[in-house]
């Protein structure tokens, strides 16, 4: 898959294929464990082609560009939240069975927002 904007959206999967995300499990999260044991969110699903094809990685929402929005938008609500940001995260350079991809722009938006609308209902 082809990503629109590198900043609000990364791929990731396992490259030989055989585990992934499906039709339905758009919003769904991407949680890392950090090497300070800590599980951190670092993406929602937004879409993908297939199921778990190898050399067909899934796109996923970047949390940590929404983090000032979801603190705002939750206020104070979570008081022990740790973001991709503050735990240090960087999925290109993280050691991790997940393997990140870098892609090219996409020449449409496809769900691009869709886990952000699944959130705002949530949080209604």
Same mark, same amino acid.
């Given at each position: 898959?082809?990503? $629109?904007?590198?900043?609000?959206?990364?791929?990731?999967?396992? &490259?030989?294929?055989?585990?992934?995300?499906?039709?339905?499990?758009?919003?769904?999260? *991407? @949680? @890392? /464990?950090? !090497?300070?044991?800590?599980?951190? *969110?670092?993406?929602?699903? &937004?879409?993908?082609?297939?199921?778990?094809?190898?050399?067909?990685?899934?796109?996923?929402?970047?949390?940590? $560009?929404?983090?000032?929005?979801?603190?705002?938008?939750?206020?104070?609500?979570?008081?022990?939240? !740790? &973001?991709? *940001? &503050?735990?240090?995260?960087?999925?290109?350079?993280?050691?991790?069975?997940?393997? /990140? /991809?870098?892609?090219?722009? *996409?020449?449409?938006?496809?769900?691009?927002? /869709?886990?952000?609308?699944?959130?705002?209902?949530?949080?209604?």
């Amino acid at each position: 898959p082809l990503l $629109y904007n590198r900043q609000l959206q990364f791929c990731a999967g396992v &490259s030989g294929g055989g585990k992934d995300t499906c039709q339905g499990d758009s919003g769904g999260p *991407l @949680m @890392m /464990f950090t !090497t300070s044991n800590q599980w951190v *969110l670092v993406g929602l699903t &937004s879409y993908g082609i297939g199921c778990a094809r190898a050399a067909y990685p899934v796109v996923y929402t970047r949390v940590a $560009y929404y983090q000032d929005w979801i603190r705002t938008t939750t206020s104070g609500v979570y008081t022990n939240a !740790t &973001s991709s *940001l &503050s735990a240090n995260i960087d999925p290109y350079s993280s050691n991790t069975s997940i393997k /990140f /991809f870098r892609s090219q722009p *996409l020449t449409h938006l496809l769900f691009l927002f /869709f886990p952000l609308l699944l959130i705002k209902i949530y949080l209604s």
